[in-house]
């Protein structure tokens, strides 16, 4: 019996890491690629599907994402949260099925299955190759795998899907997928074999080469090698970015008459300290990644992407049509550089991307945008646009709160305060990653791209977030006015 496309368009619709919500959409193909190996009597067969999803709006296009499925012969009540469906299948005949990751016993397989691609001498990459399925396991040698520990899903993840072992190993399972080599597997492999310690150490990934079973003639992805899932160290101390910021935040401004520089929670000294593990990320990825000194023509083409970003956003968010003139100015200015330095980076760095453990900062999920193409993800790019991401997320950080209070204090008096809060972390991130004195051309890129940003955030909070629109606004009339 053929999977049934409806089973898994509902499944996808009530899920967090769906990215078509919203719009109308077909499941027009599911691809069984292959059984994560080992399992024991009584235990589920776990099998890793791709649900092929076409929309059906003006945009229109596919996308592919990862669905692992934990079939039992018996319902498992305990599951009744993550239940897909039953139906008969041809090998397993009738069978419950449930998203796999919810399923302790489903998740240990993984494990299992990491632990037996351990390099026997430790030196190398070695794999475990699975000759009934298209799965193979890789793995990193320096680290022995806590096989007594239990599998935890993360909660609150939009466009992944995360599973902790114990405090000895994290899982991070990629849900929309394309072929090819994922940027975060890629990166990760290349900084830990050099040791760089402000990101978590990879431990090994999950990649497939993708078989022919649709019987289509038009099949583009039969033959493609796709990346699944990665294993990494857990951080156990670690604290999110954005909370630890959002906490300096609260305590300023419960103190009504302390400056930011003087309050128990300034943040100045970890914003410094982050620049500095930026500014280590980056030199190591110029040292092991392509570096490129482009000609002019690609300041230009820099220039006019900003330019046309711009004008399509204000046909979306008319409120930034004063301050337009300004920004096709500024933009303008980067067409004039006459060449780009580009690396590899990050693409899509804010403090939700950031990690505060005992040892220092760590920088994680180096995917880069989610909405971009992975073409496009993998190109090089200016280092100056992760700065840039840096700090317009000091600016939502006291911002945002500032939404979230039920005060009666004087909002000038809060957005002067935040004001204050964002203009210090700002100028201790870049002189710590950079120096107190920026040549021309990087102030230039520095300032396009943190109004690039914030035009793309316009965008996006009035389309998600309309309350929060004014965020991004007052932060372009702040730079247009300066």
Not at 5 to 20: E, H, K, M, S
Not at 287 to 304: I, K, M, R
Not at 337 to 346: A, D, M, N, P, R
């Amino acid at each position: 019996m053929s999977l049934d496309p409806t089973v898994f368009a509902d499944y996808l619709i009530r899920t967090r890491w769906f990215g078509g919500k919203g719009r109308p959409f077909t499941v027009t193909g599911i691809r069984t690629i292959g059984r994560v190996p080992g399992g024991a009597e009584g235990g589920p067969v776990v099998r890793i599907h791709l649900v092929e999803v076409t929309y059906g709006d003006e945009v229109g296009g596919d996308d592919l994402y990862q669905v692992p499925v934990a079939y039992y012969s018996e319902p498992e009540y305990r599951l009744d949260h993550a239940f897909l469906g039953w139906w008969e299948d041809d090998e397993l005949g009738w069978v419950h099925a449930y998203d796999a990751l919810h399923d302790k016993e489903a998740m240990a397989l993984w494990l299992r299955a990491f632990d037996k691609a351990a390099a026997a001498d430790g030196t190398q990459v070695t794999s475990l190759v699975d000759p009934d399925s298209a799965l193979a396991f890789h793995r990193l040698p320096g680290h022995d795998l806590d096989m007594t520990s239990h599998s935890s899903l993360f909660s609150g993840e939009q466009s992944n899907s995360s599973v902790a072992y114990g405090e000895d190993a994290v899982m991070k399972v990629f849900r929309k997928v394309t072929p090819g080599v994922n940027p975060d597997v890629q990166i990760h492999e290349v900084l830990t074999n050099v040791g760089v310690d402000n990101v978590a150490p990879l431990y090994g990934w999950l990649d497939a080469v993708v078989p022919d079973v649709s019987g289509r003639q038009d099949d583009e992805h039969a033959g493609e090698m796709i990346q699944l899932a990665m294993l990494q160290k857990f951080l156990r101390t670690a604290t999110d970015g954005w909370d630890l910021a959002q906490a300096s935040v609260r305590t300023l401004f419960a103190e009504p008459e302390v400056h930011a520089g003087e309050s128990g929670g300034d943040f100045a000294g970890e914003a410094s300290r982050l620049g500095e593990a930026l500014a280590h990320i980056h030199g190591a990825l110029g040292e092991h990644f392509p570096t490129y000194s482009l000609g002019p023509e690609a300041a230009v083409d820099l220039s006019q992407t900003m330019r046309r970003r711009l004008d399509e956003a204000v046909q979306v968010v008319p409120a930034l049509a004063p301050y337009a003139p300004s920004l096709h100015e500024l933009f303008a200015s980067v067409g004039e550089l006459g060449s780009l330095e580009v690396q590899t980076i990050h693409g899509d760095l804010h403090l939700g991307q950031t990690l505060r453990t005992s040892v220092g900062w760590k920088i994680v999920d180096f995917e880069g945008e989610p909405a971009k193409p992975l073409a496009e993800r993998l190109l090089p790019d200016s280092r100056w646009r992760d700065v840039a991401g840096m700090l317009r997320s000091f600016d939502y950080a006291p911002r945002s709160y500032i939404h979230h209070l039920q005060s009666t204090e004087d909002g000038e008096q809060l957005d002067t305060r935040a004001a204050e809060w964002a203009n210090r972390c700002r100028n201790y991130f870049v002189v710590s990653y950079a120096g107190s004195d920026l040549d021309p051309q990087q102030r230039t890129l520095l300032e396009a791209y943190v109004a690039d940003k914030a035009v793309y955030e316009c965008v996006y909070e009035a389309l998600n977030r309309p309350a929060w629109l004014d965020i991004p606004l007052d932060a372009i009339a702040r730079l247009t006015s300066a």
